[in-house]
């Protein structure tokens, strides 16, 4: 099974068509809108745990967005509490929607600093690829992949085409592409020991990247 964490309709195509050669684990992210609202919450001073509960609905939103646009082919969303049925799912569908938030919810680990939840969706997908055993993890982003800045705002940025989790974590990069809680999860992981980063707006990236071309960033383990 495969992993794809998709944030933007650019790939419901090429996600359709890889479902018949694929059993695909789909999982949604909070992207710019829970950005926002874990802003805005830490500015009220909520706690870390309310503010997951706000990236949990963000993710749930998303998902049922996707949902939407995926229903024509036969793919269903299912929430935290309904994971019992992905295997049925899979089965008749090859593929299925879940919000990527890991339900912490009140109990969610506090950060070292600040209260933003340390935890969010890419965790939450990676930790789900883990427990599946499945075959790939690629994040869809909006960008090319991991850079040495970011590339909104630095022109200077360069993409950093392969890494391992160790040399991510020396580099201490301002900005990284996904949460730096998965580079810990993947030192310790069984079964996602890489995971491959890709943009989601271009065309084709995602099939190529399903079929194990080596596009955008792949971080692995080792």
């Not at 950005?35 to 993710?59: C, N």
């Not at 299912?78 to 008749?92: K, M, Y």
Request: include cysteine.
């Amino acid at each position: 099974m495969t992993v794809p964490q998709i944030c933007s309709r650019t790939a419901c195509d090429q996600l359709a068509a890889a479902k018949n050669t694929h059993q695909l684990l789909i999982g949604t992210g909070g992207g710019t809108r829970a950005r926002h609202a874990y802003t805005v919450g830490a500015g009220l001073g909520l706690p870390t745990g309310v503010l997951s509960g706000l990236g949990a609905a963000v993710a749930a939103q998303n998902a049922a967005m996707l949902g939407y646009l995926m229903a024509r082919y036969g793919v269903p969303v299912v929430a935290s509490d309904g994971f019992a049925a992905v295997p049925l799912h899979l089965a008749q569908s090859h593929a299925v929607i879940f919000p990527g938030m890991p339900p912490f919810g009140m109990w969610h680990p506090s950060p070292d600093e600040g209260v933003i939840p340390p935890y969010r969706t890419d965790a939450g997908i990676f930790l789900i690829a883990e427990v599946y055993g499945c075959k790939q993890l690629i994040y869809v982003k909006d960008e090319d992949g991991l850079y040495t800045a970011n590339p909104k705002t630095d022109k200077n940025a360069t993409l950093i085409p392969r890494a391992t989790a160790e040399e991510v974590i020396a580099m201490d990069l301002h900005d990284v592409v996904i949460e730096r809680p998965v580079l810990d999860l993947m030192r310790n992981a069984r079964f996602i020991r890489s995971v491959q980063i890709i943009n989601g707006l271009k065309p084709g990236l995602l099939t190529r990247a399903l079929a194990g071309e080596h596009v955008g960033t792949i971080i692995s383990a080792d």
